[in-house]
C-alpha cells in the first residue's frame, strides 16, 4: 500500500514551465544516479527508496520513434512515437508533435499540445496539457 504522501508525489504534474520552457519531472536516485521519467518512488536499480526530484532539460535528441497508424479512438492517426535522449542520462517515450516524420538524431524540444499522454502520468484538471516532441526552434531574441 502507498502512502498519502508517496501517492501525491507521483500524481503532481508531471512537467514544469519555465521562461516558456518545458522541462518534464523525473526522478534521480541519490544512491546510484539512475533517473527515471516518470518519476517512480523506488529505484529498479539498487532498490533504493525515495528518489530526489530533478527537471530534465528542455530539450533532448530523438533516439527513435515509430509511426502509430492503429489506437484508441481519441487519438488521431497517424502519429509518431519518439525515444528522446535527454543530457541527465535518461530515454523518454513521447508522442511528436507535429505530422511530419521524426528525424532520429534530430535535437528536439518539450512543448506543450494535444495527443497521447506521458505514458505513467496522471492527467491534469481542466483543459488538456499534454506533453510531445517538436523540432527545435532554435529560437533566439526576434522570435516571440
Ligand atoms: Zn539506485
Known amino acids: 500500500m502507498v502512502s498519502t504522501e508517496a501517492a ?9 514551465v519555465e ?16 533517473v ?4 517512480r518512488l523506488v529505484c529498479d536499480g539498487c532498490g533504493h527508496r525515495g528518489l530526489e526530484e530533478i ?10 520513434f515509430t509511426t502509430v497508424h492503429q489506437s484508441t479512438p481519441e487519438f488521431q492517426t497517424p502519429y509518431h512515437l519518439c525515444y528522446v535522449d535527454f ?5 523518454v517515450m513521447l508522442p511528436a508533435a507535429g505530422e511530419e516524420r521524426p ?14 499522454r506521458l505514458v505513467g502520468t496522471e492527467p491534469e484538471e481542466g483543459p488538456h496539457a499534454l506533453m510531445v516532441a ?9 522570435d516571440v
Open 8 to 16: 501525491t508525489a507521483v500524481m503532481k504534474r508531471p512537467y514544469e
Open 19 to 34: 521562461d516558456g520552457l518545458v522541462r518534464l519531472r523525473a526522478g534521480r536516485c541519490p544512491a546510484c544516479n539512475a
Open 36 to 39: 527515471y521519467c516518470p518519476a
Open 55 to 64: 527537471l530534465l532539460a528542455p530539450r533532448g535528441k530523438i533516439y527513435t
Open 87 to 91: 543530457d541527465e542520462q535518461v530515454r
Open 103 to 116: 528525424r532520429i538524431g534530430e535535437d528536439v524540444e518539450i512543448v506543450l499540445g494535444t495527443g497521447p
Open 134 to 142: 517538436g523540432p527545435a526552434t532554435g529560437r533566439d531574441e526576434d
